[in-house]
């Protein structure tokens, strides 16, 4: 009897090894292949992966939605495969599943909306004319028209994806991001990529701003029920800039209810914000936890190849237009090297050099975009610094800013601790003694020290290296 106990203790904590070993794999393929693949796109895919389970020689990661296991599926699978067989030898393969939402909340955010949803009622075709409400589309902000790179391939991909099929993958759609960086550019180009691919769906796009215009206009007119009904009768319903909508709570409101009422339906619903969903105050909870069931793609800012890219893509259609402008790739570069706020800057700046060329008569150079761009050039040469340094490493290993900053010596914070002092030296001027106090009062042998070793470090250790090298190119751009 007693030997059996031991013996399934025994098995128990075989088994316990056996598991924490392989998480611990996980975990440091994860990071090669973060070095691999750049840090935005990393945080796109691998961001919300889970390791589930190793059994029978096979990995099970979870991931939240369908769409993220399709794409991980047949873009990075056969990469981490290989990543970890060389650790872990027995690994025959990696499945990735869906894991499932909460449960107690999707039942109780059903709960209220049934509860809430509001009287359907028949209205007839003419009230149904949802170009009335809707905003006008751009054609130029098409999906030819957007250039993908890491910063953005998420949501470009999700963008895609919803265009192309016809039932949903996933519900709604949100996309967020910083000012500038393509989102309108990206609901545009799925609103006319639809009405091409199907054009009895009906497409509705508009700002969260419009939607309360709307709704305060019916409320004024004692309209609500035919305003209700317009929304509701979309097939897909795209809503810009939903954090405008914060702190006004009828539009709140009103805006969940018609939401709820589509996705009901399961007709498609996209939503656009400056934020997240979890980071947008002044929304109702119950609101915000809705937002983000389906899937969340957030854009990153661009980095410099993206940059280049949409300024050569726009250098084109300027150049189709006035056959005698010449611009050089020399300028481009520069450009993308020292404009770096958002794309819209950037186009803006691209713009500028251009008129004034023409106006002035010049031919296009460097030296005149210097001139001509002094104040955008300035506002983007801001110097790195220790600050910068400590949140940007602190975000990459997903440690508190605190930690980096405390006395803790344990690895997982002490080496990210190394590293930020290491590129505090390289790329700002202050003084080790300085670096010392900023990194909670530490004497200046300690960041010698620090440098030293992750000098060494970089020579003998790949991983390491290129972990340096990725923060040093983010926080360089
Ligand atoms: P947001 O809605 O995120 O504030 P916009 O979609 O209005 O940003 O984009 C600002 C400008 O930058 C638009 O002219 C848009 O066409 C352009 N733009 C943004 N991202 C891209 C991209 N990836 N490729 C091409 N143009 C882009
Ligand atoms: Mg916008």
């Not at 096979?58 to 495969?81: A, C, G, Q």
């Not at 050569?312 to 010449?326: G, W």
């Amino acid at each position: 009897m007693l030997f059996l106990i031991y013996e399934g203790y025994s098995v128990l904590d075989e088994n316990n090894f056996q598991f924490k070993k392989i998480k611990e794999e996980w975990e440091r393929s994860l990071s090669i292949l973060r070095a691999e693949i750049g840090e935005a796109t990393f945080k796109s895919w691998f961001k919300n992966i889970q390791f589930g389970q190793y059994s029978d020689n096979i990995l099970t990661l979870n991931v939240p939605t369908r769409f993220m296991r399709d794409w991980i599926e047949s873009h990075y699978l056969e990469r981490i495969l290989a990543i970890l067989s060389k650790e872990v030898s027995d690994i025959k393969s990696i499945k990735i599943e869906v894991a499932s939402l909460d449960l107690n909340s999707k039942k109780e955010a059903q709960k209220q909306q049934d509860n809430k949803v509001g009287v359907s009622m028949k209205v007839s075709e003419s009230l149904l004319d949802h170009n009335s409400i809707g905003a006008p589309l751009d054609e130029r902000l098409s999906f030819e028209n957007f250039v993908v790179g890491p910063s953005n391939e998420l949501a470009y991909a999700a963008a895609r994806r919803i265009t192309e099929r016809r039932n949903v993958s996933f519900n709604p759609l949100f996309l967020y991001g910083g000012v500038g960086l393509g989102k309108t550019h990206l609901l545009h180009a799925m609103a006319l990529e639809i009405n091409k691919n199907w054009p009895e769906r009906k497409v509705l796009y508009l700002s969260a701003e419009k939607f309360m215009y709307q709704f305060i206009k019916a409320l004024r007119f004692k309209d609500t029920m035919a305003f209700k009904q317009q929304f509701r009768s979309v097939d897909v319903l795209m809503i810009d800039d939903i954090q405008f909508i914060a702190g006004k709570d009828s539009t709140q409101e009103e805006f969940f209810h018609t939401f709820n009422t589509l996705i009901d339906h399961n007709h498609q619903v996209i939503i656009s914000a400056d934020r997240s969903p979890v980071d947008l105050d002044g929304i109702e909870e119950r609101i915000r936890s809705r937002l983000g069931w389906g899937l969340v793609a957030d854009i990153h800012p661009s980095d410099y190849e993206l940059r280049l890219g949409v300024l050569q893509s726009k250098a084109e259609s300027h150049l189709l237009e006035n056959s005698d402008l010449t611009i050089s790739d020399n300028l481009l570069e520069f450009l993308a090297q020292r404009i770096d706020s958002n794309i819209r800057v950037l186009e803006g700046a691209l713009n500028r050099v251009i008129a004034y060329s023409s106006f002035a008569n010049r031919p296009l150079s460097i030296d005149m975009a210097k001139e001509v761009l002094k104040d955008l050039i300035r506002a983007s040469q801001r110097k790195t610094t220790i600050d910068d340094i400590q949140r940007k490493v602190a975000d990459y290993y997903n440690l508190r800013l605190s930690d980096l900053l405390s006395a803790r010596r344990s690895r997982t914070i002490a080496r990210p601790r190394q590293i930020a002092m290491y590129l505090s030296k390289i790329l700002t001027t202050r003084s080790l003694p300085e670096i010392g106090r900023k990194f909670g009062g530490r004497d200046h042998t300690t960041v010698i020290h620090a440098v030293k070793k992750i000098e060494d470090l970089r020579v003998g250790d790949v991983a390491i290296d290129e972990e340096v090298e990725v923060l040093r190119r983010s926080l360089e751009n």
